[in-house]
Structure formats: structure tokens, C-alpha cells
């Protein structure tokens, strides 16, 4: 097992910094709220890593996997939620006006000084069941996930241990990374913020979001099951 868990942390190191709306969520989330909102966002997607993990070991995501139909709905679902998030943040940029803007850029000053001051990690007050929903539904509508978790995990769940358990805890260690590299880009992000939320850059920023986010979605309706 010990050697299963090592070979895995290897493969799922590569997997947590690649590229992805993950890390997009929490990177805007982060611009936009604060750090707190940014680990939020983390935990959210983390959680959605556990459904599919769960899905996995019981067997569920081998009928996506398997499916056409059951992939097809799931990716459509998954396209929506993306192509939706990508215009929002577009009509955000949009409807945004030079005194709004100004404004989200001295509440973004006034919460580094707060944050300066008591190590809240700054920011308006976050809705935290919000802002983790979009974590973990951005995660759990993307059907990639959950059939690189039911074409990798099994490989590394040895004969002779049960499988909830020892899936869970490869889980586990992809969402221990995964909150590593979440951590390193919010506090990244935190420490440019000042700059993000200037209104230009804000709203350059949310429109470079929302192509990403329909990028993403686009590249999803394009791939087959």
C-alpha cells in the first residue's frame, strides 16, 4: 500500500497543478472577496474530489465512464455552469462604472490595512456556503474528473484492502496537495490584489475570467466521452 500511496502522490502532483476552472475558482474568488473566499473556494472543489472519489468506489463513475448518454448529460451540465460563469463575469465587466470600480478599489485598500491589523485575510464579508457551492459544483459538473478518478484510483488500490477506505484516502492526498497548491495561489493572488482590484486592471481581469471560464466550456463540448 505504502508503495501504491507514493506512486499516486507522484501522478496526482502533476494532476493538481495543471490547469484547470479549479484553479481559475479560487484565484477569482480570491481577487474578488479576500483569502478567506479563496480558501472557501478550495474547500468547495476539495469536496467535490470526495463525491467523485465516493462515486468511484462504488462503481458510479465506471457507468459514466461507460455511458455515452450518462457523459453527454454530465458534460452538457458541466458546459452550461462554465459558459454561464464566463458571462456573468463578462456582464460584471460590463455593467462595471468607473465610481463602482473605484469603490471595490478603496475596500480593497481598507482591507489590507485590516488585514495588516488582525490577519483576517481582509475582503468584504464572503458568503461561505456561496462561495463553496461554486468550489464544488464547478468540480463536480466536469465528467473529466470523475473518469480520470475511475480510470486512475483503482490502479492503486491494492487486491487485499478494502476499497471505500483506501480510496478515500488516495482522496485524500490529492485534496492535501490540492489545498497546498490552492494556498499558494491564493496567497499569491492576496498579495497582488491591491493592484487586481484597481478599476482597469478589475475589469480587465473579469473579462479575461469570463473568456477563460467559456474557454474552458467550449473545449469540454468539443471532447467526447
Known sequence: MLASLLAFTVIALILTVSPGPDTVIVLRATVSSGRRAGFLAGLGVNLGCYA????????????????????????????????????????????????????????????????????????????????????????????????????????????????????????????LLGAAWFAIVVLAASLMRRGLSRPAVHRRMEQLTGLVFIGFGIRLAAESG
Not at 472519489?53 to 450518462?70: E, I, P, Q, Y
Not at 473529466?144 to 488500490?157: A, C, S
Open 52 to 175: 467523485w472519489g465516493v462515486a468511484t468506489a462504488l462503481g458510479l463513475t465506471a457507468l459514466l465512464a461507460a455511458s455515452d448518454v450518462a457523459y453527454t448529460v454530465v458534460r452538457i451540465a458541466g458546459v452550461a455552469y462554465l459558459v454561464w460563469l464566463g458571462v456573468r463575469a463578462l456582464w460584471n465587466a460590463r455593467r462595471a462604472v468607473p465610481a463602482e470600480a473605484a469603490e471595490a478599489a478603496e475596500a480593497a485598500e481598507a482591507a489590507e490595512a485590516a488585514e495588516a491589523a488582525n490577519g483576517t485575510g481582509g475582503g468584504p464579508p464572503v458568503r461561505a456556503l456561496a462561495i463553496m457551492r461554486t468550489g464544488f459544483v464547478t468540480n463536480l459538473v466536469n465528467p473529466k474528473v470523475g473518469v480520470v478518478y475511475m480510470t486512475l484510483l483503482p490502479q492503486f488500490v491494492p487486491a487485499d484492502v478494502p476499497v471505500l477506505p483506501a480510496t478515500l484516502l488516495l482522496v485524500t492526498i490529492h485534496n
